[in-house]
């Protein structure tokens, strides 16, 4: 019960830290009514500090009741504005995450297991090189040949203008072709980790005594690789993924843009262009938000695999 409630308030303090950090950070920027080196006369008036905290109580009265304010450059409320592009972004980054999670763990297993080999080492080649690339590069790579040379995808939105298609299937099929080239440079550029990882994480199991126990067993190589290794390799991966959270916001950001993708992404570089705050503020809280739930479903899980956790 003290470890639940130490949680809690922990998490609080976190959330608290989170919303001033909102807040104040936007109006910390080069044009921002906080700056320290804008064009302006440097630091701020009291006056205008006065104002600023004045507005930073009315924010977080107006968070209690569910108002974030409202947007100057897309006049309308941030809660609103944010609704609009909620749908795409957690389309896009759920996309991503599913697949770069399981093609990263399968990867990881699979070069592991063929250690030293052709497979383990084009793998490894070619994932950590991917990984290094940075999002918005190889999003430009995917415009320029995909898009404008062999126009196989669209090049731009999450979805054909002034079309109307005559059945679901044909609006589904049209969401998913605009999908491909962001969700394919999230994913690309989000796996080399989880494979580096996975495949670390393997060759560490694979030299566990009950690893040679199943093999003396009969057990296959699939159900050896399945049941007892990968299982046991999990725990490092868990955690990873939540922090590798932050990153992919990160990148879902520059990823948007790049594609003129819809999503929340694309909103905080318009309200950055724009000086929006509060929709700024927006943006940022459901990335923090967001981040902050990954890590709790982590612990959740992290629990489930290793018995130990719910005993401390």
Do not use: C
């Amino acid at each position: 019960m003290r470890g639940l409630i130490t949680k809690v308030v922990s998490y609080g303090i976190i959330i608290f830290i989170i919303l001033s950090l909102n807040f104040f950070l936007p109006r910390m920027s080069p044009a921002g009514p906080l700056s320290l080196s804008g064009s302006g006369s440097g630091l701020t008036s009291a006056d205008q500090q006065e104002q600023v905290l004045e507005e930073y109580g009315n924010y977080l009265r107006g968070l209690t009741h569910g108002d974030l304010g409202w947007s100057s450059s897309k006049n309308a409320p941030v809660s609103e504005v944010l609704k609009r592009s909620l749908k795409w972004t957690l389309l896009l980054v759920g996309t991503s995450t599913v697949v770069y999670i399981i093609l990263g763990i399968l990867t990881g297993a699979v070069s592991a297991w063929k250690k030293g080999k052709k497979t383990d080492v084009g793998l490894l080649v070619l994932l950590v090189s991917l990984a290094s690339v940075p999002p918005f590069f190889l999003g430009m790579l995917f415009i320029i040949y995909f898009g404008w040379k062999w126009d196989l995808f669209p090049r731009f939105g999450a979805q054909t203008l002034f079309v109307n298609y005559s059945t679901p299937f044909g609006v589904a099929l049209d969401i998913l072709h605009h999908l491909a080239l962001p969700a394919a440079t999230l994913t690309l550029t989000s796996v080399g980790v989880i494979y580096l990882l996975t495949r670390n994480s393997m060759l560490n199991v694979l030299g566990e005594d009950y690893i040679l126990t199943a093999r003396a067993k009969g057990l296959s190589e699939w159900q050896i690789l399945r049941r007892h290794a990968l299982k046991n390799a999990m725990l490092p991966i868990v955690t990873l993924v939540a922090l590798l959270g932050g990153l992919v916001i990160t990148g879902t950001i520059f990823v948007e843009t790049v594609f003129a993708y819809p999503g929340v992404g694309l909103l905080v570089s318009e309200a950055i262009s724009a000086h929006d705050y509060p929709l700024l503020q927006g943006a940022f809280l459901f990335f923090a938000l967001a981040i902050l739930t990954v890590n709790f479903i982590a612990d959740l899980v992290y629990a489930h695999l290793d018995p130990r956790v719910k005993e401390g």
